[in-house]
């Protein structure tokens, strides 16, 4: 019923929130992306995204139809191996940011797990500049991370603004540096923050440094100081620093995904790069929303 080419389109737009940035993504026209959106819409008989000149979001059946077509797609792709004899065999270096940790990145690589039994994954969690190193040394054959500012590289997952989170009871002192939590080097976050605070001639000092996520979240919660975190992926226990305190615009960060494409890299694990990396764009509106329950869908 449902074309599978008009299903991907669709949870690329979806996920991107850009006919431009997912007809970038699939290599294809914009009037195509277009068109295959459309279709699916006279296919559903409903309106699955709400557009303007300036936005575009998913409508209440457009949430719906989330699910729905990463469900038909992914039994098609099984289906497709199932028939076709294909077998994905041999070892995945795979390296994930820690901003994943907290998210529904589990649930991808369960169904990846589910569908493609006979890869061995041996998962890194580290910093997204470090991982940036390893792949370019050819140590990691597949890297889902935050890329620096004007790095053109990677196919766009998702991007999200960063923000200045902390204790709600936290209050900080405009005549006194600002209190740093940051990851160390090379560490994207902690190079933006420095970054804008220089720029804006506010001082600043380190009160604390950890190479754990988890680390860093318990200083904060603590009222340590102030960290630069991804907006859609506050954790429990904080919240975004008021804008009295006037801490400068952190701006939007993008999380890609990244490929060994080397020549001596090996071809069991490229095509296992792939197909992983397929799971993770159709599922990639699960990465930027934190585990647990989600919150009820409201009509647009």
Same mark, same amino acid.
């Given at each position: 019923m449902y074309d599978p080419a008009q299903l991907r389109t669709f949870l690329a737009v979806a996920q991107t929130l850009s006919f431009t940035q997912a007809a970038r993504r699939l290599g294809l026209r914009q009037s195509t992306v277009s068109q295959h959106v459309r &279709? /699916?819409?006279d296919a559903t008989g409903r309106q699955l995204f709400a557009r303007d000149t300036h936005s575009v979001v998913l409508t209440e059946d457009g949430e719906a139809m989330l699910g729905f077509a990463r469900t038909i797609l992914q039994a098609h792709e099984r289906a497709s191996a !199932? !028939?076709?004899?294909?077998?994905?065999? %041999? &070892?995945l270096r795979? =390296?994930? *940011?820690?901003? !994943?940790?907290?998210?529904? /990145?589990?649930?991808?690589? +369960? *169904? !990846? &797990?589910?569908?493609?039994?006979?890869?061995?994954?041996? /998962?890194?969690v580290e910093l997204s500049g470090t991982l940036h190193k390893r792949l370019e040394a050819g140590r990691l054959d597949l890297v889902l991370a935050k890329r620096r500012t004007g790095d053109t590289r990677g196919e766009l997952v998702w991007q999200d603004a960063l923000t200045w989170i902390g204790?709600? +009871?936290?209050? /900080?002192?405009?005549? &006194?540096?600002?209190?740093?939590i940051?990851?160390?080097?090379? %560490?994207?976050?902690?190079a933006r923050a420095l970054e804008v605070l220089e720029a804006h001639g506010r001082a600043w000092r380190i009160a604390c440094t950890s190479t754990s996520l988890s680390g860093l979240i318990a200083a904060a919660q603590a009222g340590l100081g102030v960290m630069a975190h991804t907006r859609g992926l506050i954790p429990p226990g904080l919240v975004p620093v008021p804008a009295r305190a006037d801490l400068p615009e952190l701006g939007d960060v993008d999380f890609v995904l990244l490929h060994n494409?080397? $020549? =001596? $890299?090996?071809? =069991?694990? +490229?095509? $296992? $790069?792939?197909?992983? *990396?397929?799971s993770i764009l159709a599922g990639g509106d699960r990465l930027h929303r934190p585990a647990g329950p989600r919150p009820p869908v409201t009509r647009r």
């Open positions: &279709r /699916l819409e !199932f !028939f076709t004899g294909t077998r994905l065999r %041999g &070892r795979f =390296g994930v *940011s820690e901003d !994943f940790v907290l998210t529904r /990145l589990p649930e991808i690589l +369960q *169904s !990846f &797990r589910r569908d493609h039994p006979e890869v061995d994954l041996e /998962l890194t204790a709600p +009871q936290l209050r /900080l002192d405009p005549d &006194r540096p600002v209190p740093l940051v990851f160390p080097p090379p %560490g994207i976050t902690r494409r080397h $020549a =001596g $890299a090996h071809h =069991g694990a +490229q095509e $296992a $790069a792939d197909a992983l *990396s397929a």
